[in-house]
């Protein structure tokens, strides 16, 4: 691992860590296509197989409940690893190219989150494009840190105490929830967790090119996400849309970013960490050379991702202050 403090620059290893190998080559022997070949419907099946959960770690209390959103009943999934007492809370927004993902695909690293970092954690299942293009899955993300902001203690979160966080697509959320709640208003956050975040809808990353046939994750699956994500080639400017092309990052609240050596996205998530330190963020940046996109859902078997996970949680428990 290395910490860059948000003022280095992100590489890749020579090879990938080794543990990660049986898993590549499996997606290999198994012919997964890569998602941006599959219809949207089948990409989300065969998204919620791989990454459903299995054998779930235990959280004292998991509980489904279903506020007024933008669009209507918006299910959120909440974890509370000590229900006796109120903590701190993260709202957390999966990943899936914005136009996949669920609640159950999200649910392990959900619960880890929970466990290790000692947090209520509100996993939110906000509406998916193409049937709900941008700024759908957005208003969603910010109507779900507005209800914990208001109503957090009855299910057991300090509401004084809450942080955004998600992966890739999710992050992206993450990231745009805390310019929303900048430019509009909203509750305080306390911090923001951008796990190897999608930020940047010009496509002119080192990385994309360097890494464009993945693992796990390719060029052509993001630039799909994105042409799936907006409405006209117009939201490509929306800062909303990509956080990195923002006028100004100050103001917003202190950022973990994390970021993998052989991800596509490695390099706008290692500019945003740089963005934000330049604009007086407190941040920290995260890099492990040697892992792929999502890798933090490979905690179970790879001992790097395991000991990310739990950087990642002490973070959280310190309530980001470096």
Request: charged letters at 25%.
């Amino acid at each position: 691992m290395t910490d860059d403090t948000a003022t280095g620059e992100a590489h890749a290893a020579d090879e990938l860590d080794p543990q990660v190998r049986p898993v590549v080559d499996e997606a290999a022997r198994l012919g997964l296509p890569e998602w941006s070949a599959l219809s949207v419907e089948s990409a989300r099946r065969i998204e919620d197989e791989l990454f459903g959960p299995t054998d779930p770690p235990t959280v004292a209390r998991v509980s489904e409940v279903a506020i007024d959103g933008p669009g209507g009943d918006m299910p959120l999934r909440v974890y509370h690893p000590a229900p006796d007492r109120e903590l701190p809370a993260l709202c957390f927004f999966h990943g899936g190219l914005w136009a996949l993902g669920t609640l159950d695909s999200i649910d392990e690293v959900c619960r880890r989150l929970a466990r290790r970092a000692n947090r209520v954690v509100v996993s939110v299942d906000y509406r998916l494009a193409p049937e709900h293009p941008f700024p759908a899955g957005l208003e969603d993300c910010v109507a779900a840190v507005e209800w914990v902001g208001e109503h957090g203690a009855g299910v057991g979160a300090d509401p004084t105490r809450l942080a955004v966080g998600g992966t890739s697509a999710g992050g992206n959320l993450a990231a745009a929830t805390c310019l929303y709640t900048r430019a509009f208003g909203g509750p305080s956050l306390e911090g923001q967790l951008l796990l190897y975040p999608m930020l940047d809808s010009g496509l002119d990353a080192p990385s994309l090119d360097e890494r464009a046939d993945g693992p796990l994750l390719t060029r052509r699956d993001v630039v799909w996400a994105y042409d799936t994500y907006l409405r006209s080639p117009v939201d490509r400017h929306n800062p909303f849309v990509s956080p990195l092309r923002a006028d100004s990052l100050a103001g917003v609240p202190p950022a973990l970013v994390v970021t993998a050596g052989f991800d596509p996205l490695r390099d706008e998530g290692a500019a945003y960490a740089r963005a934000l330190a330049e604009a007086g963020v407190p941040t920290r940046h995260d890099h492990e050379p040697a892992m792929p996109h999502g890798f933090l859902s490979l905690a179970d078997d790879v001992d790097v991702a395991d000991e990310a996970f739990d950087r990642v949680a002490a973070v959280l428990r310190d309530g980001f202050e470096y």
